[in-house]
């Protein structure tokens, strides 16, 4: 397996601007990246805590992923997503395991990362993304 740490855990707010002040306090740290992901209808804000990351999700789009879910569950916890060194292999070998996969193939994700979801159907409810670093192999 080569799942090496948990690489963010992700979290739906509504406002990225009232939302940020309120984890930099909380944490003790500056948001270190903003960042728009057109495809995903989604803008990100990144923090680091020790070697795993938090993600603030803000939905551009009602009809985008976070945006129906903060219409359907408000905002929270969204997601947690591990490091890997071989995304298409895990991917691969959880499917192969029964568990349903959103991404049978790895996109393009924030902060230029290879990214592919496993369904929370199949994941005793808990959305779970697998994350590659393209420039590590």
């Known amino acids: ?30 948001c270190y990246n903003v960042e728009e992901v ?6 990100t ?5 020790g070697q795993t990351k938090i993600e603030l999700l803000e939905p551009t789009d009602p009809e985008g992923p976070i945006g129906k879910f903060i219409a359907s569950k408000g905002e929270g916890m969204h ?10 292999d895990e991917l691969q070998r959880v499917e192969a395991n029964g ?18 979801f496993l369904h929370p159907k199949s994941t005793h409810g808990v959305l ?10």
């Open 99 to 116: 568990v349903r996969l959103i991404d049978k193939s790895p996109r393009p994700g924030a902060e230029g990362l290879s990214i592919g």
């Open 45 to 49: 804000a990144f923090f680091m805590v």
């Open 128 to 137: 779970t993304e697998f994350c590659q670093d393209k420039n590590k192999k």
């Open 38 to 43: 057109k495809d995903q209808k989604v803008k």
């Open 1 to 30: 397996m080569s799942i090496t740490h948990i690489e963010h855990i992700g979290i739906a707010v509504s406002s990225l601007e009232e939302t940020i002040p309120f984890y930099e306090q909380l944490l003790g740290t500056k």
């Open 79 to 88: 997601h947690i997503a591990f490091a890997t060194t071989g995304i298409e």
